[in-house]
């Protein structure tokens, strides 16, 4: 006799999830910062989330930092930082893209407010990260 | 494409503004704890903002 699992961890999620179901939310996460939610129909989490990524990279943009390149450094931690910080201007999504097409490019110097301007891209990217997390919670049934 | 200049603190104050209000939303489950969450992790950048300026400027003598 087959037994009947059930999942007694809390917030886990029912056990078929189709793909279709969190893949293109959050791909449109991913894409376009705040889409995924507005997918779900999680319109006002959507806004704050498009509102505060979209403010964070526009802000690094406008104190112009720079955008990280997937190249090998001089060393090994300096290699890490590239391909990391590549990675995390990536995760901005269609910003990220639309910057580089346009031909946005700011070469590394000295400076508090250059050096904010990176971390803010990079920021933008990471929180862009936890966004998509957040969408494919949600529509997984993990969380509502 | 303008070029802005902010401070220190401005510029901390936005990343601690921007960030505190994706983790609160990314975070927790319900309206009030996402809001909680978030306040209290602007909060937290808040003070750790003021409190390491406080530290770097009498470390410096």
Avoid at chain 1, 98 to 124: N, P, R
Wanted: with cysteine; aromatic share 14%.
């Amino acid at each position: 006799m087959a037994a009947q699992t059930t999942s007694t961890v809390p917030g886990a999620a029912p056990a078929d999830v189709p793909l279709t179901a969190w893949l293109w939310p959050v791909v449109a996460a991913w894409l376009a910062p705040g889409a995924g939610h507005f997918l779900l129909k999680r319109n006002g989490r959507g806004v704050l989330i498009c509102v505060s990524v979209v403010a964070m990279f526009f802000l690094g943009l406008f104190m112009r930092g720079v955008m990280f390149t997937p190249e090998k450094g001089a060393d090994y931690l300096t290699s890490v930082i590239n391909y990391g910080g590549f990675a995390a201007n990536l995760s901005a999504g269609a910003l990220y893209l639309l910057a580089s097409m346009f031909g946005y490019s700011q070469i590394d110097m000295a400076g508090a407010v250059h050096d904010y301007g990176t971390k803010f891209l990079v920021t933008a990217g990471l929180l862009n990260v936890l966004a998509m997390v957040d969408v494919w919670e949600i529509a997984t049934g993990r969380k509502d | 494409m303008p070029k802005i200049n902010l401070s220190h603190f401005e510029a901390a104050f936005l990343f601690s503004l921007f960030t505190s209000i994706v983790m609160g939303i990314t975070s927790k489950n319900t309206q009030d704890e996402r809001l909680k969450y978030g306040a209290q992790c602007f909060v937290y950048f808040i003070v750790a903002l003021f409190g390491i300026g406080w530290a770097m400027r009498l470390g410096h003598g």
